[in-house]
């Protein structure tokens, strides 16, 4: 494989800041050099004017769950970052160390994010979290020492989780960083350290004689590799010590072109081995020189969705706690304001197709008659071409906005409105142009109809929300077509289930609050309610006659509410919760 640029193939960095360049200026250089990018033809005519993209509301892609707003390291205690700058983010996984962590990353002069001490504030954000565990050496590579030593680390750290009963959020352990690139540089004074793959199946058993219950993911590759991957799982399926989570890093610049094509080469390695799909995290993308470019987000946005990954984290080159550039001293920088926009979505992703280095994410929901459109990319007058609007009526308010190009040390106190225009919907289009644009740059398309949009979210789709230890599914007769089910209690809060809901309401008040469910019993189910870290109150779903999968039922309870942004749980199982009865499945919450 051919890469762009050198550098070590890790998260983390040793020595001064590294020069960020603008998008502009590398793509330039690729031209002149006359490097052709695989997949998009000669770079020089990338920041040409002229290119489309094509937003086609009416094509479902997936349910909206924020899949690329995510760090390695991303989250400190105390108030790096401060839970109120979380919150717009809409934040899913992370990748944190592992408890008792010694780890000095970037040159840090001590450990920080240590994931149980962090556990509280992403669990209250609405994330979930993996454990790094051989981040709990103190360098990179890491200073392995013996098998001894390490299985020792391995028990203190799987124990440490196991006691840590009311952490919930723990989605996975994860063996190795960056085996296929550090594995022997780590263990080179230990002769009897052996290969990675028996490392990993030794661990793998470990971990299990202690935790049946948490996932164990990885490889955790710097980089995607056909022949690494697929001996990494066949070793694994033949030593039954399958990973529940596929792992591996796109760092190199313009990784995000290749994303569809390591997804579709992993799941062909899949069906070779008769191994059924399972999710993938990238956790760990962009190269130190473009994370903190608002464009290059928005092109990891698009090739994650498209790809069906199930979470990936924005590389820490830099700051720990700073959602890896997203903030500086705590406050927004140009490119938080492309992940809000991207937090903002709410409904379905639905299809985008992008014309050369102009591309983006869309998402469309029916409730709120909203459809949100993050792109970028590209330099110049180019157009956005929105299809299937007929639900918005004959005319559409259309507020576009703009990132500024600023790096992870420099502020944006908000975004840049650029117009706020009325287009009228013909044949359930619009096209909307967008001048002067620059390629580093993220920009927004907030488009509702003129009339007759809600004042504010009250619609909340149980398929958008944080799911923990449940499934997302599919149903025609559920609203916006997605529901929650598999929802159980085990008196485990690594396994026991439940749906937080982050809520952004106007005022403080009481709020009715609609459960739309479904409940094939034959008798009452019940959920525990709680929210904002309260009490537990019952929640009862009397019997639907209409079965599973088709969630016709809806009950009403009351919720205190705060002003600004709200968690709210519906548990068959959590920790101060016993657990509820029954079986039940969640369609939606409304608030009004």
Request: aromatic share 10%; charged share 15%.
């Amino acid at each position: 494989m051919t890469h762009l640029h050198v550098q070590p193939r890790s998260g983390r960095r040793r020595g001064g800041p590294l020069r960020t360049r603008r998008l502009a200026a590398v793509l330039c250089t690729l031209a002149a050099a006359g490097t052709v990018l695989a997949g998009f033809g000669p770079a020089s005519p990338a920041l040409a004017a002229g290119n489309t993209l094509t937003v086609n509301v009416g094509t479902t892609v997936r349910p909206v769950t924020h899949v690329a707003a995510g760090g390695l390291y991303g989250v400190d205690t105390g108030s790096t970052p401060p839970l109120s700058q979380l919150y717009p983010l809409h934040v899913n996984t992370f990748t944190q160390p592992p408890p008792g962590t010694q780890q000095l990353g970037n040159g840090a002069s001590s450990p920080c994010c240590d994931g149980l001490q962090v556990a509280g504030k992403i669990t209250s954000a609405g994330g979930q979290q993996y454990l790094r565990l051989p981040d709990v050496f103190s360098t990179f590579p890491y200073n392995w020492v013996s098998w001894p030593d390490w299985e020792s680390k391995i028990k203190t750290m799987i124990t440490a989780r196991v006691n840590a009963t009311s952490t919930t959020n723990i989605a996975g352990y994860e063996i190795w960083n960056e085996p296929d690139a550090n594995w022997t540089t780590s263990t080179k004074n230990d002769p009897n350290a052996g290969s990675y793959l028996d490392m990993w199946t030794r661990t793998y058993r470990d971990i299990r004689a202690i935790d049946t219950l948490t996932p164990i993911i990885g490889p955790g590759a710097s980089a995607y590799d056909h022949d690494f991957m697929l001996s990494f799982m066949t070793n694994a399926k033949n030593t039954n010590t399958l990973p529940s989570v596929a792992v591996w890093h796109e760092l190199d610049d313009f990784s995000y072109q290749n994303v569809q094509a390591h997804v579709a080469d992993f799941r062909a390695i899949e069906d070779s081995l008769g191994l059924p799909h399972i999710p993938i995290s990238i956790n760990e993308y962009a190269s130190p020189g473009q994370v903190d470019q608002p464009s290059i987000g928005v092109h990891y946005m698009a090739a994650f969705e498209r790809a069906g990954i199930a979470n990936a984290e924005r590389a820490y080159w830099y700051e720990a706690g700073t959602m890896d550039g997203l903030l500086y001293r705590n406050q927004p920088t140009a490119s938080y304001w492309a992940y809000k926009w991207y937090g903002d979505q709410s409904g379905n992703v639905v299809e985008t197709v992008p014309q050369s280095y102009l591309d983006g994410v869309a998402s469309y929901d029916a409730s709120r008659k909203q459809v949100n459109v993050v792109f970028g990319g590209d330099s110049g007058a180019n157009t956005v071409r929105v299809n299937g609007l007929s639900g918005l009526g004959n005319q559409v308010s259309v507020q576009l906005s703009s990132t500024n190009t600023t790096g992870r040390t420099t502020n944006q106190a908000a975004p840049n409105t650029v117009s706020t225009t009325t287009y009228s919907v013909v044949n359930g289009s619009i096209t909307v142009p967008v001048s002067n644009m620059d390629a580093v740059a993220a920009y927004q398309l907030l488009i509702t109809p003129t009339t007759g949009a809600p004042t504010y979210q009250q619609t909340y789709e149980a398929e958008n929300a944080t799911v923990v230890n449940a499934s997302r599914l599919s149903s025609p007769t559920a609203s916006n077509g997605g529901y929650v089910g598999r929802i159980d209690d085990s008196g485990d809060a690594r396994t026991d289930s439940f749906v937080d809901f982050l809520v952004n309401v106007p005022t403080a008040r009481a709020y009715t609050m609609s459960v739309k469910y479904a409940n094939a019993t034959g008798a009452n189910a019940t959920q525990g309610l709680a929210y904002n870290g309260g009490g537990f109150s019952t929640v009862t779903y009397p019997p639907t006659t209409s079965g599973w999968g088709n969630p016709t039922g809806s009950v009403d309870v009351t919720v205190q509410l705060q002003a600004g942004y709200n968690v709210i749980r519906l548990a068959k199982g959590a920790p101060n919760y016993a657990g509820g009865t029954g079986y039940a499945e969640l369609d939606s919450i409304h608030l009004q």
